[in-house]
């Protein structure tokens, strides 16, 4: 009976650190290879691994068994790529002889997702996982605390906003309520978290050199998202006023819908700005335009038209806004709704049917081109 005493690396440790091409099969090879993992990286826990598989291999032996020791790892970019490499090493390691069962070490979880590929080829009688005691003593808590502290972007990610939270709770607590200071720490740390968690603080440091670049190349749109802020800070602004103004006081719901008809429009004209000098943009850089370009101006135009539709049902009906009058017609408040929700469809039919023209014309002096034989991006290529 002949066991062979499989030590896994999924993360391919042993061969980046080390050097070395894997599989590796049999006790010397092994052994070597611990000395050249530890001299690497005397802290990689596959310098347990791989003494645990020698260690199992000689308790085996002592017993009367015979046993092969070998060494498989993955290696790739993705997971699949990983296990698929493992699987031709242990292909090649079955290949050199017959094996009735094997016993696998593994030590990480990743690792313990090989077995199932193993035992598709091979009885497996036991997983030995490694568990390094070092990890549960407090001696070894304290030096990965020290790591911790030796690296500045943690330092500044966890440790400064808990300071900060830490130094300003008591100030809270003597003028505030506990729940209140409680409840201001949280959410300073919360901010923080999501801070960094969702990247924001990349797109905080970039902003300044893309602002640069941006002015440096003459983009249009450098202007237009200024005005654009201008005119949602109006729009804002007219929208507290008129939620605030008396006709808003019969309740919170109506205050809110008088916001949404008063700001809507300065909100969408400020987007259909900024989306006008993307659009410029384009039509400078490039000599066509992309399609959501072109339907963005429309399909903004179109929800604004819906929100301030709702908006004025909801008045209309709640706080007696007069009715709509249209072209010597006075719509009531289902027809009003109506006619605002048929022109925002109207609207987005037309960005879509003005998208859908300018695409057309461009694919058409593509094709033109091309059959005049003038060189062109890729047709004029191709052609040669």
């Keep these: 009976m002949t066991t062979l005493v499989l030590c896994v690396d999924r993360s391919n440790d042993v061969g980046r650190k080390a050097g070395v ?17 530890g001299l690497a990286d005397p802290e ?17 032996s002592d017993e009367g068994e015979e046993t092969v020791v070998a060494v498989v790892s993955g290696n790739g970019d993705s997971a699949v790529r990983a296990d698929r490499a493992l699987a031709r090493q242990l292909d090649d390691v079955l290949a050199t002889r017959s094996f009735d069962s094997a016993i696998v070490v593994i030590d990480s979880a990743a690792d313990e997702r090989a077995v199932p590929m193993i035992e598709s080829r091979l009885p497996v009688d036991a997983v030995d996982r490694v568990v390094v005691r070092q990890a ?16 500045e972007e943690l330092r500044e990610t966890v440790l400064v906003p ?29 901010a923080a978290l999501l801070y960094y968690g969702l990247g924001i603080d990349e797109v905080v440091e970039a902003a300044p050199d893309r602002a640069r670049e941006a002015l440096y190349s003459g983009q249009v749109s450098v202007v237009t998202y200024v005005a654009a802020l201008g005119l949602s800070v109006v ?13 808003a006081t019969a309740g919170e719901f109506v205050a ?17 700005t900024a989306s006008f000098g993307r659009l410029l943009d384009e039509l ?8 959501p370009y ?14 301030r539709g709702f908006a004025g049902f909801f008045l209309e009906r709640e706080a007696n806004w007069d009715a709509l009058q249209l072209f010597g017609h006075t719509f009531t408040a289902s027809e009003r709704l109506a006619v605002f929700v048929v022109g925002s469809i109207a609207l987005a039919l037309v960005g879509v049917r003005v998208a859908a023209s300018v695409s057309d014309e461009a694919l058409d002096e593509v094709i033109d081109e091309a059959a005049s034989g003038q060189p062109g991006d890729t047709g004029g290529d191709g052609g040669r």
């Design 21 to 37: 091409d894997t599989p590796i099969v049999g006790w010397e090879a092994v052994r070597s290879l611990v000395t050249d993992l």
């Design 235 to 247: 729009g804002v602004f007219l929208g507290v006023l008129e939620a605030s103004s008396g006709e």
């Design 284 to 291: 400078i850089r490039d000599e066509g335009v992309r399609t």
């Design 256 to 272: 809110a819908m008088s916001f949404v008809y008063a700001a809507v429009p300065w909100l969408a004209l400020a987007a259909v």
């Design 44 to 60: 990689d826990v596959g310098v347990n691994s791989l003494l645990e598989s020698l260690r199992v291999a000689r308790d085996l």
């Design 136 to 151: 549960r003593d407090l001696e070894s808590t304290y030096y990965l605390l020290k790591q911790f502290m030796a690296d």
């Design 162 to 190: 808990i300071g900060i939270g830490l130094l300003i709770l008591p100030a809270l607590l003597v003028y505030f309520s506990p729940a209140i200071a409680v409840a201001a720490v949280t959410t300073l740390l919360g």
């Design 294 to 307: 072109l339907n963005l101006p429309f399909g903004v135009l179109a929800v604004g038209v819906l929100f």
